[in-house]
């Protein structure tokens, strides 16, 4: 199985900072159909997880664009340009390169 | 506005069985395939089950491989999570969600399906 690294796994920022997650995968997520599956969620505290970036960097509609994702091969990056307090929660990452589709262990969002 | 709506979960014996039912609206729920994907008590994410919008072609995680069965009604916009031999570590809630596994978008409230005695 491809394995997802996260890291940090917890991450306490100021408002108005700006906070970066790090996702590295065991394997390239490269497909052969030329696309990168990679896909960031955010799941905030008693929600279900809501996508907000597909294939990399493509955010989904409805998201502020304080969020962006980056990277390539097995090396990913999740940004927020200034953390809200709405951004409190936990951020995965999850590929859909390769069965099964697997997900990061999570990094915690939380305001200091 | 797309719904999926989960039910079915509960407590159960290990050993025992339960189906878990997904209800679909604001889509069109036969263009889509389906997943399954739970989350232990205080636990990451894992997926576990991808129905192809026929309903030919499933995808099981090795945990539940021959354990649960991935099944759905597209007349009735419908997935169903059939899970037989439960055992404790199965304890999770479980989220129906939408999309081709490699790009799940949208993701139901969950059930919570407990596993104890």
């Known amino acids: 199985d491809v394995v997802m690294t996260q890291s940090p796994l917890s991450l306490p920022v100021t408002l108005g900072q700006p906070a970066s997650i790090s996702c590295r995968s065991s394997q390239s997520l490269v497909h052969s159909d030329g696309n990168t599956y990679l896909n960031w969620f955010q799941q905030r505290p008693g929600q279900s997880p809501r996508r907000l970036i597909y294939?990399?960097?493509n955010r989904d509609s409805g998201v502020p664009d304080r969020f962006s994702g980056s990277g390539s091969g097995t090396d990913f990056t999740l940004k927020i340009s200034r953390v809200e307090a709405e951004d409190v929660g936990v951020y995965y990452c999850?590929?859909?390169?390769?069965?099964?589709?697997?997900f990061g262990q999570g990094t915690k969002v939380e305001i200091k | 506005e797309v719904q999926l709506v989960e039910s079915g979960g509960g407590l159960v014996q290990p050993g025992g069985s339960l189906r878990l039912s997904c209800a679909a609206s604001?889509?069109?729920?036969?263009?889509?395939?389906m997943n399954w994907v739970r989350q232990a008590p205080g636990k990451g994410l894992e997926w576990i089950s991808s129905?192809?919008?026929?309903?030919?072609?499933?995808f099981y995680a090795d945990s539940v491989k021959g354990r649960f069965t991935i099944s759905r009604d597209n007349a009735k916009d419908s997935l169903y999570l059939q899970m037989n031999s439960l055992k404790a570590e199965d304890t999770a809630v479980y989220y129906c969600a939408r999309g081709p596994s490699a790009l799940i978008d949208f993701w139901g409230q969950g059930t919570l399906v407990t596993v104890s005695s």
């Open positions: 999850m590929q859909g390169a390769h069965w099964p589709r697997t």
């Open positions: 129905i192809s919008s026929s309903g030919s072609d499933t």
């Open positions: 604001g889509l069109i729920f036969s263009s889509y395939t």
């Open positions: 294939k990399v960097s």
